[in-house]
């Protein structure tokens, strides 16, 4: 199983990027996806998830309406759409995986999660 981010990248204050996440080696439709952050010295956060079919998507109030997250099954990708940035929004992004059959759950929490990708690395200048 492969899941490798990329994206990430230098912006000013109110920018936009757009994060992606590729997946090989297993059966993309059977999993819930989100992305986290984080910072040196805190807790991993999350910032958006989507279900396995794409039919329910979950955000922390701190990002609601900047970002944006849906997945394309033809592509095997994971994407996270993000605009209006902000520098607290300067951190390593991660995506990660759950086996899940519920279109009405998605990874909130980074706990207990099948697969993990690489960070890809977000800086916002003010």
């Known amino acids: 199983v492969q899941v490798v981010a990329s994206g990430g990248g230098l912006v000013q204050t109110g920018g936009s990027l757009r994060l992606s996440c590729t997946i090989s080696?297993?059966?993309?439709?059977?999993?819930?996806m989100g992305w986290f952050r984080q910072i040196p010295g805190k807790a991993r956060e999350g910032v958006g998830c989507?279900?396995?079919?794409?039919?329910?998507?979950y955000y922390p109030r701190s990002v609601k309406g900047r970002f944006t997250v849906f997945r394309d099954a033809a592509k095997n990708t994971l994407y996270l759409q993000m605009n209006s940035l902000k520098p607290e929004d300067t951190a390593m992004y991660f995506c990660?995986?759950?086996?899940?059959?519920?279109?009405?759950?998605?990874?909130?929490?980074?706990?207990?999660?099948?697969?993990w990708g690489n960070g890809t690395l977000v800086t916002v200048s003010s």
């Open positions: 990660a995986l759950a086996a899940s059959r519920s279109g009405s759950w998605c990874p909130e929490e980074s706990d207990g999660l099948d697969y």
């Open positions: 989507i279900s396995y079919n794409g039919a329910m998507t």
């Open positions: 080696g297993l059966r993309f439709g059977e999993y819930a």
